[in-house]
């Protein structure tokens, strides 16, 4: 079965950066579209980046320019580097695969404070 793990978050200073992993199995991320959602406390969740099969990549504007998602066919996980952390960055971060329907992961808490 489909299933999604993120790993990577944590706590960072402002300015600092972090590595988010996401873990498929159950189907292949190179075929397929993955992306990574965000939603800080109280907030609706928010498109981060994606990553299609041939690949064209996408940014949510508040990321573009310090973000990167990348995707690694031999492990078959999707990451996303995140550089010039700024509180505005903390939230749950989901990993989000489109296949026949919407699958996403658990989740991982990424804060951003001194």
């Known amino acids: 079965q489909v299933q999604l793990v993120e790993s990577g978050g944590g706590l960072v200073q402002p300015g600092g950066s972090l590595r988010l992993s996401c873990a498929a199995s159950g189907f292949t991320v190179s075929t397929s579209t993955m992306s990574w959602w965000r939603q800080a406390p109280g907030g609706e969740r928010e498109f981060v980046a994606a990553?299609?099969?041939?690949?064209?990549?996408a940014y949510g504007d508040s990321v573009k320019g310090r973000f990167a998602i990348s995707r690694d066919d031999t492990k078959n996980t999707v990451n996303l580097e995140m550089n010039s952390l700024i509180p505005e960055d903390t939230a749950v971060y989901y990993c989000?695969?489109?296949?026949?329907?919407?699958?996403w992961g658990q989740g991982t808490q990424v804060t951003v404070s001194s």
């Open positions: 990553i299609t099969e041939s690949p064209h990549i």
């Open positions: 989000k695969a489109l296949l026949d329907r919407s699958y």
